[in-house]
């Protein structure tokens, strides 16, 4: 799956399950809230494509720079994760829960997702 596609896809499920939840997140929480809501779900989309987008470029390279690639990118984003996090909740005055309940929320599924993709994508034979 192309990195265009994979982003297409969590833009989708993002937006999608965001309008079907919107009428009780407005009924049920302040603005606040709902903006924290959306920014953690922002944050896991970046997050996922980001990983996407490491996978697709080392895919196919030396076993060496795909692990330098997949793990130290893991690292990476989640360095940029927190730092995003501790933004939001310290600059941007955002509620803490709702944020985080969001960008968990999104994260798994998008674990998921991704696990699903990895597993189906061909393996080059071992040479």
């Not at 990476?76 to 939001?88: C, N």
């Not at 968990?104 to 034979?125: A, D, K, N, S």
Request: glycine share 8%; charged share 10%; net charge positive.
């Amino acid at each position: 799956m192309t990195v265009a596609r994979y982003a297409l896809m969590a833009f989708a499920i993002t937006g999608g399950s965001l309008a079907l939840a919107w009428p009780l997140m407005a009924r049920w929480l302040e603005p606040a809230s709902r903006r924290a809501a959306l920014a953690g779900a922002a944050l896991a989309v970046a997050n996922t494509v980001a990983a996407h987008w490491l996978f697709r470029w080392s895919f196919g390279k030396s076993m060496n720079v795909f692990m330098r690639a997949v793990l130290g990118g893991m690292v990476g984003r989640m360095g940029l994760m927190l730092a995003a996090v501790v933004a939001a909740v310290l600059l941007l005055d955002l509620p803490e829960v709702p944020l985080a309940v969001s960008l968990l929320g999104y994260f798994v599924v998008f674990l998921v997702i991704e696990l699903c993709v990895l597993h189906t994508t061909r393996q080059e034979p071992a040479r």
